[in-house]
């Protein structure tokens, strides 16, 4: 059987990526540690009085019944006015087309949900979700996607 030989070059190079890979670990679970530590986590064995869950009960459906009261209001509507800054530059609003039911002008946030509305819901799932991710997970999902292109990109040697 014969030894296998390594070039010093190639060493340095396997000894480099190792120690880059080592960082990233670390740095991960550093983050993961983090993440978990300033998490609140319930103390066993200790439960609060029944006094004070009752409390607490009676707290949370007073806040409920206060949203559901001013979400049932509707937003009275006020139209942008004076000059915004378009894609084609600066215009006055009282240049824009009038349009809606009866004349009227809607809100910002009435447009906006007008606009909700108009989009699919496989479309609005999908933004949920991509929501729902850590930006740091998107960075690291980005530089690991730049790697792969980088190393898919790299001229192969002939033999």
Same mark, same amino acid.
């Given at each position: 059987?014969?030894? !296998?030989? =390594?070039?010093?070059?190639? /060493? ?8 880059? &890979? ?8 550093? =983050? ?9 986590? *319930?103390?066993?064995?200790? $439960?609060?009085? +029944?006094?004070? +869950?009752?409390?607490? /009960? $009676? ?27 378009? &894609? ?24 906006? $949900? ?5 989009? *699919? ?8 979700? /991509? ?7 998107? +960075? /690291? ?9 980088? &190393?898919? $990109?790299?001229?192969? *040697?002939? !033999?």
């Amino acid at each position: 059987m014969s030894n !296998l030989g =390594f070039n010093e070059n190639d /060493v340095r190079l396997l000894k480099h990526c190792l120690w880059i &890979n080592a960082k990233c670990v670390m740095l991960i679970l550093l =983050f993961v540690i983090a993440l978990r530590w300033t998490q609140p986590s *319930p103390m066993p064995g200790t $439960a609060p009085p +029944a006094v004070a +869950a009752t409390s607490a /009960v $009676a707290a949370t459906s007073e806040v409920t019944t206060k949203l559901t009261s001013t979400e049932s209001r509707q937003p009275t509507p006020i139209p942008p006015t004076g000059w915004r800054r378009t &894609n084609r530059g600066w215009e006055h609003t009282s240049s824009w087309p009038q349009s809606g039911e009866l004349g009227q002008s809607h809100s910002i946030s009435e447009l906006i $949900a007008m606009q909700e509305s108009r989009e *699919p819901k496989w479309f609005n799932a999908v933004l949920g979700r /991509v929501s729902g991710i850590p930006p740091l997970m998107i +960075a /690291v999902l980005q530089i690991a996607v730049i790697a792969v292109i980088l &190393n898919l $990109a790299k001229p192969q *040697p002939r !033999l």
